[in-house]
């Protein structure tokens, strides 16, 4: 398909790198406390669930096509030419305009409260702005 002949591959493939890099942070040290107590779960039944290596591969398959998705609107030319500052932003607008618009009815169905879906977008903003800047500036 034309569209994707201008993606860096190598920008996309160091964006999902970002995504689970600022992923890492977020659940740990940032957010990680409340995020727990927003599942209810401890450290102990987590560390006991076993080896993480499943989710964290489908995660990383799943950010691969979050920074794929980025890469295209930007390679666009009324994205192109923001810098890293652009990439930032349209980061930024992307994650919560159609990330958390699309996602947020999920929330309201399962029960989950609005500090749950926040921690989400939370991180999924703060990857979404990271990658962004990354390829505004690499471009």
Known sequence: MEIFN???????LLGGV???AVGSLWYGPIAGKAWMAEMGVT???????????KAMAQSFVASLFLSTGLAVVLTMPAFSDGGWQGGMMTGFFLSVLIIGGGTFANYAFENKTLRHFLIHMGNITLCM???????????
Request: net charge negative.
């Open 43 to 53: 450290e102990e039944e987590i560390r006991a669930s076993g080896n993480p290596a």
């Open 6 to 12: 201008n993606i860096n591959w190598l920008e996309v």
């Open 18 to 20: 970002i995504y689970m």
């Open 129 to 139: 702005m990271a990658m962004g800047a990354m390829m505004g500036a690499w471009t």
